[in-house]
């Protein structure tokens, strides 16, 4: 590593002196990403999908799944109703087939769609099984994969005119008679029970033929808040498409209690007793056990239009950013939210985990992007290292200083990796939010690794241990269902699939499920009925077979009055309850022509373009290598990013994905100079950050934070007002429940905008310390290191981040007047002021925080 100074700024130069291949498989495009590369990415990743597939039918069907180093079926655990992570998404369902309907017709198998449908039909009792199964993955996998089958079959081809190259998808959907939609809803009559509960907080699990008395007490006990809460979005689906509100009620009632019982600080916690009716724990974050509660939120807003659960979304998001995330801030190349508790947002912990990766895909959908590259960032890293993501991977350490960084308890949790998508899924949402080449890196690298370590003789067989490279002789429904066709759908670059087909699917408000179900909610979809436009452009509503639609008929024409008595009931307390405290307001005094803006109320009005410059010229361009923080997260993280035995050691051997030569070579052509194969980025910072709390905690969301501006109209004429104040600058009104992040400036230092702190500059900031008579000794020499009370004058604070809001490089937070605290002899008062309006803290003067007295 070389060392160099430009300017200001101090910069390490990564040289790339030399490159192994070891996984990446030759081929003739060397990172071209050309048509004919592309192509040839989409056809291997469709042979990858027909490999599981096949294996499936061959050794598996019409069991649940199919071992893949075995060449077994594989299916619930009949003797040991204990095995919980095998029996609750495996109930003698087919769920391979369940759960892949819609990837049959994305990877256009019509012959296979065609088989299975057929299967299907005649398998109207396929949910009489005496087996116990967990309602949250059945909803997500079984009941999802219906509904989005059906939604497929229905609501794609019924235009007159569609592209021939679906021709033959029309030919299956006229056949279809709405079948599906019969056994998603009766699989949702065997899971609703569930619901039913004295405390409306669902039982985790159930007996698909028995119901609920049929599960041991001691399984119901412990139920996950994605398990209780994301059932909402297919049951309310459900509910829409058949007509029976039943769905619909249970599942937002239950939404809603649990959000009515949000902490101070708009957290829930991960898990909860339903039976006791009370919460478990008092941790929060966005990983497993409460990952999808945050994605449904956002994705319900969507399909159902629902203004309510935005609310709940952005304010979540909103306390995950105050609390949760670390790093972020605009000179910051990586992000991570961490565990935190939900009364005082205290971190705990020192681990993400793999689910946590689906978050990048969520801040892409909520236009939020900045922040997704940089969570994103953070698992390509890991990536690079383990060419696999940990369940759960150790990014601090606090305690464990004294281990070396090849003992993997040090770095690793838990060490299994079982092809969960949630990486994958979040690179393909960056590329088409991006369009960066580098996306498609990623893609081909992975899928270089399913074809050489994943594969297995009968499917795909992800690591039992990341740290030795043992194998896992199961395939989880998810790698065909998600994994899979989320990397096929990353190389769909010219809309060829129909879900980015702009005819077919422009004008559907669609959203991938949790379990990457394309559903959506058309207005022209009726309770069970299935629309078809004639020759003549004229509708025809066909209803669905017998018997099952005189069930739904009787239904349809009560369901207005049905839906209208659930929602009245006095159950409606919980419901939709989105009461937030009242935030204050205070005047900035005498800046008439300012105004103030809430720093979170726009984040959500719009969606960031790419951060990247080089999209609007795209050509052999990637804007990866033009943005500077590219390797901030191995300097952050280095004590964490350690490569397994089993893999090669060299970081410059073609392992990292960023450093690929192919890659490198061309997407950097347009760098400045002859330096093409030199990479900079700012040294990392080395000044000291803390958190503090200033006040009581939780009343963080009654404080106002606002940023200033100038009004246009009058800033051009400001004769009368004489103000320090500039655009976008802060105003928090009290210094009291805040949570910030101080910066340590010192000497000699580099601090989080790149820049040498120097002596001189603390003294500009330190003034009353450098004027005071006692900086000098007895000899009139001046004392450097210490002030009047004995504390270091070399020394200064810096607030860099305010209630998860990031305070940019020149902006001042402003505040109104406070009373001053006088200190006891020899003592610095707790908070005080300079006699430039800069506030004190415990004798530090802070750099940005300024008191204005107007």
């Known amino acids: 590593m070389l060392h160099g100074k430009i300017g200001s700024n101090i910069y390490h130069l990564v040289l790339v002196l030399s490159f192994k291949v070891i996984v990446v498989l030759c081929t003739d495009f060397n990172s071209s990403f050309s048509p004919d590369h592309i192509q040839y990415l989409q056809l291997e990743t469709k042979k990858l999908f027909e490999h599981a597939w096949d294996s499936y039918i061959e050794y598996g069907f019409p069991a649940d799944e199919v071992r893949p180093i075995t060449c077994e079926p594989y299916g619930p655990d009949y003797n040991n109703v204990e095995d919980t992570v095998r029996n609750d998404a495996l109930g003698n369902v087919s769920s391979t087939v369940l759960d892949n309907l819609d990837s049959l017709v994305i990877f256009e198998e019509w012959d296979q769609l065609e088989a299975m449908l057929e299967y299907l039909k005649h398998k109207q009792d396929l949910f009489e099984q005496d087996t116990i199964v ?119 009632m239950t939404f809603w209690k649990l959000w009515s019982s949000k902490s101070k600080l708009n957290f829930l916690p991960m898990t909860i007793d339903p039976i006791e009716n009370q919460w478990k724990d008092a941790i929060t974050g966005i990983g497993a056990s409460i990952d999808s509660f945050y994605e449904y939120a956002a994705k319900a807003s969507i399909i159902f239009n629902d203004d309510y659960m935005w609310s709940v979304f952005k304010t979540s998001y909103k306390a995950l950013l105050t609390h949760s995330a670390h790093g972020g801030g605009p000179n910051e190349g990586s992000m991570i939210f961490r565990n935190v508790g939900i009364h005082d947002g205290v971190i705990y912990g020192d681990w993400i985990d793999s689910l946590g990766a689906f978050w990048t895909g969520v801040q892409v959908l909520t236009g939020q992007l900045k922040d997704a590259v940089k969570t994103h960032m953070v698992y390509l890293k890991i990536w690079d290292y383990f060419e696999s993501i940990p369940e759960r991977w150790i990014f601090a350490h606090y305690t464990k200083q004294d281990k070396p960084a090849e003992d993997f308890s040090n770095i690793i949790a838990l060490e299994w990796y079982p092809l969960r998508p949630e990486f994958i899924e979040s690179t393909y949402y960056l590329y088409r939010a991006t369009k960066d080449p580098m996306y498609l890196q990623i893609g081909e690298r992975i899928l270089n690794v399913f074809k050489t370590r994943f594969k297995a003789k009968c499917g795909f067989s992800g690591l039992q241990d990341v740290r030795t490279g043992q194998r896992q002789n199961r395939m989880e429904t998810f790698v065909m269902g998600e994994t899979l066709k989320y990397l096929y759908l990353l190389f769909d670059v010219n809309d060829d699939i129909f879900l980015h087909n702009n005819y077919l699917m422009g004008s559907k408000n669609w959203v991938f499920s949790t379990e990457a179900h394309p559903l959506w909610l058309s207005k022209h979809i009726h309770p069970t009925h299935k629309v078809k436009f004639s020759d003549d452009d004229s509708k025809e509503v066909i209803s669905l077979r017998q018997p099952m639609f005189q069930q739904f008929l009787s239904i349809i024409h009560s369901y207005d009055s049905r839906r209208e008595n659930l929602f009245q009931s006095e159950e409606k307390l919980y419901y939709r309850n989105i009461t937030l405290p009242t935030v204050r307001h205070f005047k900035v005094p005498n800046l008439k022509s300012m105004y103030k803006k809430d720093p979170f109320k726009d984040r959500f009005n719009t969606c960031e373009i790419s951060p990247f410059k080089s999209n609007g010229n795209p050509f052999l361009k990637s804007g990866y290598y033009e943005w500077n923080r590219l390797f901030n997260a191995d300097f952050a993280f280095q004590d964490s990013l350690v490569r397994p035995d089993y893999l090669s050691k060299s970081h410059l051997d073609g392992s990292y994905i960023e450093l690929t030569k192919s890659f490198y070579d061309k997407y950097t052509m347009f760098s400045k100079g002859n330096n093409t194969f030199f990479l900079q980025c700012p040294v990392m910072s080395n000044t000291e950050k803390y958190e503090l709390f200033m006040g009581d905690i939780k009343g963080i969301n009654e404080i106002e934070v606002s940023r200033l501006y100038y009004k246009k109209q009058q800033a051009a004429n400001i004769t009368n007002e004489i103000s320090p104040v500039i655009d976008g600058d802060f105003w928090i009104p009290e210094i009291n429940a805040l949570r910030v992040i101080i910066e340590k400036l010192a000497d000699g230092k580099i601090d989080s905008y790149n820049q040498l702190i120097t002596h001189e500059y603390i003294r500009s900031i330190r003034i009353d310390d450098y004027d005071n008579e006692s900086t000098c000794d007895s000899k009139g020499n001046e004392q450097a290191n210490v002030g009047h009370s004995g504390r270091d004058i070399n020394i200064a604070l810096r607030l860099v981040k305010i209630n998860g809001v990031h305070v940019p490089a020149g902006s001042i937070v402003w505040t109104m007047p406070f009373e001053r605290h006088i200190p006891e002899p020899g003592k610095d008062s707790l908070i005080d002021i300079t006699s430039d309006n800069r506030v004190i803290l415990q004798g530090n003067v802070i750099e940005n925080l300024m008191v204005w007295y107007g």
């Open 134 to 252: 967990q309602i949250f993955e059945l909803s997500i996998r079984s009941l999802g994969g219906l509904l989005s089958a059906h939604l497929l079959l229905t609501d794609i081809t019924n235009k007159k005119y569609a592209p021939e190259k679906f021709t033959k998808l029309k030919e299956i959907s006229d056949k279809y008679d709405g079948f599906l939609l019969e056994l998603a809803y009766d699989l949702g009559l065997r899971l609703i029970p569930a619901y039913k509960t004295s405390s409306r907080v669902p039982v985790p699990r159930i007996n698909l033929a028995k119901g609920v008395l049929h599960v041991p007490a001691h399984l119901q006990r412990d139920a996950c808040t994605s398990g209780a809460t994301t059932p909402v979005l297919e049951f309310t689906l459900l509910s829409r498409l058949t007509g029976d509100p039943q769905f619909e009620h249970f599942s937002q």
